[in-house]
């Protein structure tokens, strides 16, 4: 069996089957990512930092494999689950909580700090995500990594089109911030073009670009609830799909891994 496979396999079985479809792809570039970076440094054990992290969906397994995981979250509620899971986990020694905002990494634990900086499902939200993500990328030390996660413009049309909501469809296409109108509960969409501007003035690397949820957020959940087989030959096909160029605009999300220069 395909390496690839036993990963998907093993990230499944943390969560639901249709969770898992959300995340695995995500997971997987991961933990490629992770380990190239251990064998890159000549340590097995790096410094995370997860900002908007919330109750650890990320933390947890690099935690497990033993990292050590700052989580940077502006909710206490969200720290205080986070808390509960990591014991619950056993690994509430290489896990930490810090409450704070996007844009706060540097002030807390210092330029050039860390090794990996997920920001995932964050720049929609915050005030500036131009200074997000300076930030995020000047906590990394040479060679690290940064790992954004973000809406995407043309998924979210394509979704609306789909679900009979044109008028919606047809404002997103054109909005600058990639919105449906005053009723969408998201400031900002983005593509692939709009998250590397944010990165202007720092020398950022592409090591990666792959949409997710391709087609896991629009087929009814009946089609793989209950069939393993069926799950496993979808997420087969949103790992291949992820990394079509014409396709990966069109996914849900968007998922971007940048490297600081050295």
């Known amino acids: 069996m395909p390496d690839d496979t036993l990963r998907s396999r093993r990230w499944s079985q943390r969560s639901d ?18 380990a190239e970076r251990c064998a890159r440094t000549g340590r097995s054990v790096l410094d995370v930092v997860d ?44 896990v930490t909580a810090r409450q704070g905002d996007a844009g706060s990494l540097v002030a807390a634990l ?23 993500a300076l930030d995020a990328f000047d906590v990394l030390r040479p060679g690290g990594l940064v790992s954004m996660l973000v ?20 404002v997103l296409l054109d909005d600058p911030l990639g919105r449906s109108g005053e009723r969408d509960l998201l400031p900002r969409r983005f593509d692939e073009a709009s998250v590397l501007e944010l990165f202007t003035g720092r020398d950022l690397r592409v090591r990666a670009v792959h949409g997710v949820r391709l087609f896991t957020d629009l087929l009814p959940g009946a089609l793989v ?3 393993p087989e069926a799950m496993e030959t979808l997420l087969d096909l949103e790992r291949a799909a992820g990394t079509h160029p014409v396709l990966t605009a069109m996914a849900a999300g968007l998922h971007v891994v940048g490297e600081r220069a050295d």
């Not at 690099?62 to 990591?86: F, M, N, T």
């Not at 043309?154 to 919606?168: K, N, P, S, T």
């Open 17 to 34: 089957p249709r969770t898992a479809l959300r995340t695995a792809v995500v997971w997987e570039t991961l933990e490629r990512f992770v």
């Open 51 to 94: 900002v908007g992290g919330g109750t650890g969906g990320l933390a947890v397994p690099l935690a497990q494999l033993g990292h050590r995981v700052a989580v940077v979250d502006p909710s206490p509620d969200a720290l205080a689950a986070l808390q509960r899971r990591v014991v619950d986990a056993g690994v509430d020694a290489l």
């Open 110 to 132: 210092g330029s050039g700090s860390v090794d990996l900086v997920l920001c995932h499902g964050v720049l929609e939200h915050v005030d500036d995500p131009h200074a997000a």
């Open 151 to 170: 809406a995407q413009r043309l998924g979210a049309l394509v979704a609306r089109a789909l679900a009979g909501r044109f008028a919606e469809a047809r």
């Open 225 to 227: 609830d209950g069939d």
